[in-house]
């Protein structure tokens, strides 16, 4: 069984300055894991995802996120906000022994401020 | 190449009517998944399927709710005699294909919003 944990439910931060999103996993297997970007009223967007290949993975927008498996953590990273990454962020696992089911989590909501 | 279509976007039913959700996947896409949001929480899985086949409907309340992929036409999630808990965004996605043990990339439709009155 697989889940996902995203330690913050709101993240504000000014423009400009770097963000930080948390998540943590539990997986049975090795995971593959993602993040999706979902903007008000549109569906989601995937920003990058891993499937054990190179730890840092790098996305679409600016966006990166690094794979520590001694932590179980898969933290999204940006150096420098921007006001269009003002949006809902989910977490996501795939476990590698079933068809690919993806498991949410509750999802972290970014503010930017000018 | 247009991206997963749902319609409609958004629908409004009263207690005990019926809500049809459609949702035509991207062009050579033959998976297809529904998920349901409810207000403050992640998607949850609710059914995988491919051409006239259920795979998977783990996540599917146990009455009033079905689905299917015909071999035309576009996949219905319908939920019959709907409750207030029923209000949520219900989203759908599709893929090319999954193999065992690895991952194709769901694309996710807008969402249809259900609120029920």
């Known amino acids: 069984a697989q889940s996902v944990t995203q330690l913050d439910s709101h993240v504000s931060v000014s423009e400009g300055t770097p963000v930080l999103l948390r998540c943590n996993y539990s997986s049975s297997y090795s995971p593959s894991l993602f993040w999706y970007v979902q903007h008000p009223n549109k569906g989601l967007q995937l920003l990058l995802k891993?499937?054990?290949?190179?730890?840092l993975v790098k996305g679409i927008n600016g966006f990166e996120a690094e794979f520590k498996k001694s932590e179980t953590s898969f933290h999204l990273t940006k150096p420098s906000a921007h006001m269009s990454d003002a949006a809902e962020y989910f977490c996501v696992v795939s476990s590698t022994d079933s068809w690919g089911k993806l498991q949410f989590g509750a999802g972290t909501q970014v503010v930017v401020t000018p | 190449n247009a991206g997963v279509m749902q319609n409609p976007r958004h629908l409004v039913r009263r207690r005990g009517q019926e809500a049809r959700l459609r949702c035509s996947p991207m062009k050579g896409h033959s998976h297809v998944y529904w998920y349901r949001q409810l207000p403050e929480e992640g998607l949850k899985f609710m059914v995988y399927l491919q051409k006239e086949n259920i795979i998977d409907e783990s996540g599917m309340p146990k009455e009033r709710f079905s689905a299917e992929f015909p071999k035309e036409g576009p996949s219905i999630l319908r939920i019959q005699q709907v409750v207030r808990g029923d209000s949520a965004a219900y989203f759908c996605?599709?893929?090319?294909?999954?193999?065992?043990?690895?991952?194709?990339?769901?694309?996710f439709g807008p969402g249809t919003r259900l609120t029920v009155l």
């Open positions: 996605a599709s893929s090319f294909s999954t193999g065992e043990g690895s991952y194709n990339e769901q694309f």
């Open positions: 891993y499937t054990s290949a190179a730890t």
